[in-house]
């Protein structure tokens, strides 16, 4: 991308998510992220405990398992949380959930529950991949990692009772991006049939230099400061926004998005990913591919997540649904 100075104020957060905002960004400012504190932003948020093997059965809906797979040639194994459904027919599609987290902190709990919101009553199976982190772990680990455990589920499919033909990755954020790489991974190695992606506002370019990366700096909860240390953490020093930055890392970069599966992008319109999430999705419809794109008015980064009970964030889940149902009908 060019870079751009804004022209124009940044847009407006809807008028239920400004007052969160602004206690979000008291408490935590959107440029907050920085190499020298990611050891401290890893530590747990007092009353935001990750969700117990207890919470997520959801009073025995799921058979919540523990399992660790082979990684990649060379590298550790990977863990796998995986939910099952008892009591929806089999083979059950399912989820391939990839964390948020910046590429530098979260784990495979984080972001589980908002998955198993929209597989419970689709009857899906939800595993989700812990990855190693950045910068501990630079590309292409992560992502290998996240490849490691589809094919093992792939693999596995019938052994869980899952549909290895409608197995849909998805996550949001850097999750989002993982996610898109898992899809051109699996196009360009001929691996594991991937019925969808769902992209929920994600991280796709490291150049970090759109439009709306200058508009929304210090805006939100997480702003070009924060996304550029997160893509340092992944790359390395002095390789972000050059000319030799993986597809696989930066999904922006690849040269083609034609034959990728059916893809979901959503993004707020006041975030820092506006712009490189509306570009993917229109690169593939310009390659012939099939997307779908929300851009929520005033949605900040993760407004969903933070405020669910705001029309739009009931709005913005009822779309994901409507489109996952139809994806698995298919």
Do not use: K
Request: proline share 10%; aromatic share 6%; charged share 20%.
């Amino acid at each position: 991308m060019t870079t751009h100075a804004p022209t124009a104020p940044p847009p407006p957060f809807d008028p239920e998510l400004a007052p969160v905002v602004e206690v979000l960004m008291s408490l935590r400012a959107a440029d907050a992220y920085r190499a020298d504190n990611i050891a401290e932003m890893r530590e747990p948020v007092p009353g935001l405990e990750a969700a117990s093997n207890a919470v997520l059965s959801r009073d025995g809906a799921y058979r919540v398992e523990e399992r660790t797979v082979p990684g990649p040639a060379g590298a550790p194994d990977v863990p796998l949380l995986i939910c099952l459904p008892t009591d929806a027919p089999t083979p059950a599609p399912v989820m391939y959930h990839t964390h948020g987290g910046g590429m530098i902190v979260g784990d495979h709990r984080f972001g589980l529950p908002e998955m198993l919101d929209l597989a419970q009553p689709l009857g899906m199976a939800v595993v989700s991949v812990e990855y190693r982190l950045a910068p501990e772990t630079a590309h292409p680990g992560p992502v290998e990692d996240c490849y490691a455990g589809l094919v093992w589920l792939s693999a596995h499919a019938d052994e869980l009772g899952l549909d290895p033909d409608r197995v849909v990755v998805g996550g949001a954020s850097a999750g989002g991006g993982l996610a898109a790489a898992l899809a051109l991974l699996a196009r360009d190695r001929n691996g594991p049939a991937i019925a969808a992606q769902l992209l929920l506002c994600p991280m796709l370019d490291d150049r970090n230099d759109s439009p709306s990366t200058h508009q929304m700096r210090g805006l939100g909860i997480w702003d070009r400061s924060s996304n550029e240390t997160g893509w340092n953490a992944l790359l390395g020093a002095g390789v972000r926004g050059g000319t030799d930055v993986s597809p696989y890392a930066s999904p922006a970069r690849a040269l083609s998005l034609a034959g990728l599966p059916p893809a979901f992008v959503d993004v707020g319109s006041a975030e820092t990913f506006r712009d490189e999430d509306v570009a993917y999705a229109s690169r593939i419809w310009q390659a012939g591919g099939q997307a779908e794109l929300h851009v929520w008015p005033g949605g900040f980064h993760g407004f969903d997540v933070v405020v669910p009970q705001a029309a739009i964030s009931r709005d913005a889940v009822a779309a994901r649904a409507a489109w996952l149902r139809r994806q698995l009908s298919r």
